[in-house]
């Protein structure tokens, strides 16, 4: 192996209880009547509090619905602040693959975060390897990806646990997708950010689940609509920072398994395609670059120093050129 290549490059207030009236009007609240206004989510109101409350007191599994740019990841990070400051350990399940908070792109992350430090500091415990920067084509590998990284949050003992989803919430395939992910998730509570009714379709079949309490929340003023290239800037960045000090590994395969398709079209230039090095249970070790693939060969870029415990690997659908520029790649040019 070679070392030192670069890659150039106001909430509402949840119903616990029973209440009166028809069974949609008790499971989920009007925007008028569910909040009240406040300018930042950096305020908690009373409402906030109750839903803290039943955070730190009952724990539970809180994920959070909303086109892109809303604030949702926003709203968890103040969540863990306050959550942590109660003395309770947080888990955050970031599932957004292109924008996510606390792991590279392409990939899902569950965070644990300690009430022994101040601020809280972010410790991934697992990663899943999706190689892709959104769920569209790869809705299976994601649901399941989830559903794993949420097992182990809860065998880990950690009582609070935030679900971070991406913004794909409107037309069929988004509504049957979140829909499917809630039957296998199983939140316990279902935070709503919508600046008008673009959720509807999704909370009315919500509001029939006798297992799940929705919370419609407010859009902040202060949040701002990124462009379509201000979030592949950010994505480029993170690559950027990830894949430095980066170590040649060739990898034989009579060694490891691959876990899914394999490109098999020779005449295809797949080089800076991205790899989920994962364990022999599946978990994301790090994330390579394709470098040159033989029969019984192949050769990766990574920071990791070693894969002595690499077992499996899996194919993503996107490359990078030297300076973390993305292409996509569907399996289909394979």
Same mark, same amino acid.
């Given at each position: 192996?070679?070392?030192?290549?670069?890659?150039?490059?106001?909430?509402?207030?949840?119903?616990?209880?029973?209440?009166?009236?028809?069974?949609?009007?008790?499971?989920?609240?009007?925007?008028?009547?569910?909040?009240?206004?406040?300018?930042?989510?950096?305020?908690?109101?009373?409402?906030?509090?109750?839903?803290?409350?039943?955070?730190?007191?009952?724990?539970?599994?809180?994920?959070?619905?909303?086109?892109?740019?809303?604030?949702?990841?926003?709203?968890?990070?103040?969540?863990?602040?306050?959550?942590?400051?109660?003395?309770?350990?947080?888990?955050?399940?970031?599932?957004?693959?292109?924008?996510?908070?606390?792991?590279?792109?392409?990939?899902?992350?569950?965070?644990?975060?300690?009430?022994?430090?101040?601020?809280?500091?972010?410790?991934?415990?697992?990663?899943?390897?999706?190689?892709?920067?959104?769920?569209?084509?790869?809705?299976?590998?994601? +649901? &399941?990806?989830? @559903?794993?990284? %949420? =097992? $182990?949050?809860?065998?880990? /003992?950690?009582?609070?646990?935030?679900? #971070?989803?991406?913004?794909?919430?409107?037309?069929?395939?988004?509504?049957?997708?979140?829909?499917?992910?809630?039957?296998?998730?199983?939140?316990?509570?279902?935070?709503?950010?919508?600046?008008?009714?673009?959720?509807?379709?999704?909370?009315?079949?919500?509001?029939?689940?006798?297992?799940?309490?929705?919370?419609?929340?407010?859009?902040?003023?202060?949040?701002?609509?990124?462009?379509?290239?201000?979030?592949?800037?950010?994505?480029?960045?993170?690559?950027?920072?990830?894949?430095?000090? +980066? &170590?040649?590994? @060739?990898?034989? %395969? =009579? $060694?490891?398994?691959?876990? /899914?398709?394999?490109?098999?079209?020779? #005449?295809?230039?797949?080089?800076?395609?991205?790899?989920?090095?994962?364990?022999?249970?599946?978990?994301?070790?790090?994330?390579?670059?394709?470098?040159?693939?033989?029969?019984?060969?192949?050769?990766?870029?990574?920071?990791?120093?070693?894969?002595?415990?690499?077992?499996?690997?899996?194919?993503?659908?996107?490359?990078?050129?030297?300076?973390?520029?993305?292409?996509?790649?569907?399996?289909?040019?394979?």
């Amino acid at each position: 192996m070679s070392v030192g290549a670069n890659l150039v490059f106001a909430l509402p207030r949840v119903p616990l209880g029973r209440s009166q009236g028809s069974p949609l009007q008790r499971r989920t609240q009007t925007t008028e009547n569910c909040y009240k206004k406040d300018d930042s989510l950096e305020k908690p109101v009373h409402d906030f509090r109750f839903l803290l409350q039943t955070m730190t007191e009952q724990g539970g599994k809180f994920l959070v619905l909303g086109r892109t740019d809303v604030g949702k990841s926003t709203l968890l990070q103040n969540f863990v602040r306050l959550v942590t400051a109660h003395k309770k350990s947080v888990a955050v399940l970031d599932a957004d693959l292109g924008q996510s908070t606390h792991g590279l792109p392409t990939t899902l992350n569950l965070i644990r975060f300690s009430p022994d430090t101040e601020p809280p500091e972010p410790e991934c415990v697992a990663r899943i390897f999706v190689g892709a920067t959104s769920p569209v084509g790869h809705l299976l590998p994601t +649901l &399941v990806g989830c @559903r794993r990284l %949420l =097992d $182990r949050a809860q065998q880990l /003992g950690i009582p609070v646990t935030l679900i #971070d989803t991406t913004g794909l919430v409107e037309g069929p395939l988004a509504v049957e997708f979140k829909l499917h992910k809630i039957d296998l998730l199983q939140p316990t509570h279902l935070l709503a950010l919508a600046r008008a009714h673009e959720l509807d379709p999704l909370l009315r079949a919500c509001a029939r689940r006798a297992d799940l309490h929705i919370c419609r929340l407010p859009v902040a003023t202060a949040v701002r609509e990124r462009s379509a290239e201000e979030r592949r800037a950010n994505r480029q960045e993170k690559y950027q920072r990830y894949f430095t000090n +980066l &170590v040649r590994h @060739r990898l034989r %395969l =009579d $060694r490891v398994g691959i876990w /899914g398709r394999v490109p098999q079209r020779v #005449d295809r230039n797949l080089a800076g395609l991205l790899i989920g090095l994962n364990d022999e249970q599946g978990f994301c070790l790090g994330v390579g670059l394709l470098q040159n693939r033989t029969s019984d060969t192949i050769e990766v870029l990574t920071p990791l120093v070693t894969v002595k415990e690499v077992k499996l690997l899996r194919f993503g659908s996107v490359a990078l050129d030297r300076d973390g520029t993305e292409h996509l790649v569907s399996p289909r040019e394979w």
